[in-house]
């Protein structure tokens, strides 16, 4: 039982590159989340997904497109990568959006852009 | 004003102390209220997590919530150098469906 589960690790990426971050949970949850932590600025959600086709945008989305490739699986990729992009992405699963679910995180993904 | 507050730190507790941590919100609606530890370099991970008024132990954790006052604490009891971490509070109000997520306090334990 993997938990969640993100690749790549590390990625540096050229101003306009694009890339895909990749996610997977083996937990049999409905919501799934992409989030990004930068320093002083804490975990800022970006989309999520509440259920299997579904997404909705979080609190800085700008730059960012997400897929719920299936129910196990939510990528986020960045189109054209600016400097502004740098941080550490963490995506996250839950049951549920309900009041009473945790969310359970990945490793994370550190990404720079140059 | 911040949606979910924490003291950022660094608090520093000397090693068998105990730790107190604090947490305020500001949405009187919030139902359940969420302990994060985060290691330098790692992902948040769920220590404990709180609903009713009052107190919730588990093992060396202590989560206290009191609604009244908009009020959540996590203390850690007999602190040892690997409780040496940021510890987030999230706070998830009743109507939407997301964590509002403080900034974490950074604690160090020192032997």
């Known amino acids: 039982n993997a938990g969640v589960t993100q690749t790549p690790k590390f990625q540096v990426l050229k101003t306009g590159q694009s890339m895909t971050l990749q996610c997977a949970q083996d937990m049999n949850h409905n919501s799934m989340y992409w989030y990004r932590q930068d320093p002083g600025m804490g975990l800022r959600l970006i989309y999520y997904?509440?259920?299997?086709?579904?997404?909705d945008k979080g609190e800085v989305p700008n730059g960012y497109n997400v897929s719920r490739l299936n129910k196990r699986e939510f990528s986020l990729r960045l189109e054209s990568a600016a400097p502004s992009q740098t941080s550490v992405y963490f995506c996250?699963?839950?049951?549920?959006?309900?009041?009473?679910?945790?969310?359970?995180f990945g490793p994370g993904t550190r990404l720079t852009v140059l | 004003q911040k949606e979910v507050e924490q003291n950022s730190g660094p608090l520093s507790v000397p090693e068998g102390a105990i730790a107190s941590l604090n947490c305020t919100y500001s949405d009187r609606g919030s139902q359940s209220f969420f302990w994060y530890r985060q290691y330098s370099g790692k992902s948040p991970e769920l220590i404990m997590f709180?609903?009713s008024n009052g107190d919730k132990e588990d093992g060396r954790f202590t989560a206290q919530l009191n609604k009244a006052s908009q009020y959540v604490s996590l203390l850690i009891r007999d602190s040892q150098p690997s409780d040496s971490a940021t510890y987030l509070c999230a706070v998830h109000a009743g109507n939407n469906r997301k964590l509002i997520w403080g900034l974490g306090t950074s604690l160090a334990v020192n032997p």
């Open positions: 997904s509440a259920s299997e086709g579904t997404t």
């Open positions: 996250a699963s839950s049951e549920g959006t309900g009041t009473y679910n945790e969310q359970f």
């Open positions: 709180i609903y």
